[in-house]
């Protein structure tokens, strides 16, 4: 099973607590890999 996190400051906390993705939006999660079943990050977003 997988996680996304929401983070407000930095990824760190989050990860640490064992969230697969930790991203400051919804709007960063890449759809098209999260519908195949992956947890990514939109291509070329790095926050």
Avoid: C, P, Q, Y
């Amino acid at each position: 099973m997988s996680s996304i996190g929401i983070e407000r400051t930095t990824d760190a906390g989050l990860l640490a607590a064992g969230a697969t993705l930790a991203v400051a939006s919804l709007d960063d999660i890449d759809l098209t890999a999260l519908f195949n079943g992956r947890l990514e990050r939109k291509a070329g977003n790095s926050s």
